[in-house]
């Protein structure tokens, strides 16, 4: 398997599976002489953690980070960043079932076919365990743009979602509930609705909305590294994301050319921001603003039908711990691989003014 880099400049090479000894990853090209704030990582790793409320999986693991180099007298060096993050709390045998069979909607029949092994143990590889790494280094390129600001909610669970422009909304209360919603009166319907759906042993899925502040004009490199696509790249890296729109997105397409054009105010700023802070694929300087969509959680604690390694139609059942709904988990993971791509262009940016 290879492919476990991500990013051009700034970039994280990733190990480890979800019942593993440990996860990590190595972070190349963070400029030397950064001060990180350790705990503004641990921070935003603690967001992500499995176990934090009743309505994500109860897996309990304290997702301490250990860095291994490259920070010295808590400052970048330069060289590459080591870190590990060890697997506590690992119940193995609640995937003892899965030897043989194909769960529907996961990985286990791709890359079975794919490889001709596979780690039946939560997915192994393809579990969103790993993205603990990708919380990680996200959170070190977050400080390296410190003056960019990035904010991501959940703004649907299901049918119900949030009415609200993000400009209405006070991102101070985005950590106020459970759901990383910052619409609190839509924030107790969704967590409601969570609960019944996982009450019946069943699942449900919603949509993240991320908001990218402060972007300074130029990032982004046609024709084929816009902004935007890199963006939706990172996006749709995510498990279980089905869907990326930025801007005016598909409401777009409902509109005249008259209505969708941002008019120019005379200092360069745009009037309205249908075109969602990017324009021919570099930052134009207002807010870049976009939407995720993530699909229902694959694994049911209810009866499915399915089929064996060998072709022969069975009945399963999922055991042990999973999330009913992955979104509320999921907004540190949206700001994680936004801030890669903000920081991989705002490195890029560099070079080319030398």
Do not use: R, W, Y
């Given at each position: 398997m290879s492919n476990n880099t991500f990013g051009k400049l700034f970039t994280v090479t990733t190990f480890g599976e979800s019942h593993g000894t440990a996860i990590g990853g190595i972070i190349d090209g963070c400029p030397a002489g950064i001060e990180l704030d350790l705990e503004a990582i641990q921070k935003d790793l603690d967001r992500r953690k499995p176990g934090q409320s009743k309505i994500v999986t109860q897996r309990k693991e304290p997702d301490t980070v250990q860095f291994l180099s490259g920070i010295f007298e808590g400052k970048t060096t330069g060289t590459s960043i080591?870190?590990?993050?060890q697997n506590t709390n690992q119940k193995s045998k609640d995937y003892s079932h899965n030897v043989n069979v194909y769960r529907p909607s996961h990985a286990d029949y791709t890359y079975d076919k794919k490889y001709g092994v596979r780690d039946y143990r939560g997915g192994g590889r393809t579990s969103a365990r790993e993205t603990a790494n990708w919380?990680?280094?996200?959170?070190?390129a977050k400080q390296l743009i410190?003056?960019?600001?990035?904010?991501?909610?959940?703004?649907?669970?299901g049918e119900i979602s949030i009415n609200k422009p993000y400009q209405d909304l006070d991102f101070n209360l985005i950590e106020s509930n459970d759901l990383r919603c910052p619409d609190t009166e839509m924030a107790e319907k969704m967590i409601d609705h969570i609960k019944e759906v996982k009450k019946a042993g069943d699942t449900v899925g919603g949509?993240?909305?991320?908001?990218?502040?402060?972007?300074p004009i130029g990032l982004g490199e046609p024709i084929f590294n816009k902004l935007h696509a890199q963006l939706g790249k990172a996006m749709l890296s995510i498990n279980a994301v089905k869907g990326f729109e930025y801007g005016s997105g598909f409401c777009g397409t409902k509109m005249k050319g008259s209505?969708?054009?941002?008019?120019?105010?005379?200092?360069?700023?745009?009037?309205?921001?249908?075109?969602?802070?990017?324009?021919?694929?570099?930052?134009?300087?207002?807010d870049i603003y976009f939407r995720v969509a993530f699909k229902p959680v694959a694994t049911l604690i209810q009866k499915q039908e399915t089929i064996d390694s060998e072709g022969n139609v069975v009945e399963m059942q999922g055991r042990g711990r999973h999330?009913?709904?992955?979104?509320p988990r999921a907004v540190p993971i949206v700001e994680a691989m936004a801030a890669m791509v903000m920081a991989d262009f705002y490195l890029l940016d560099k070079t080319t003014k030398i």
């Open positions: 080591g870190f590990m993050i919380v990680v280094a996200g959170a070190v410190s003056d960019i600001k990035i904010n991501a909610f959940t703004s649907s669970v949509t993240i909305t991320c908001v990218i502040q402060n972007v209505e969708h054009n941002d008019k120019f105010n005379q200092d360069g700023t745009t009037k309205t921001n249908l075109s969602g802070g990017i324009q021919g694929g570099v930052s134009n300087g207002m999330d009913p709904c992955v979104v």
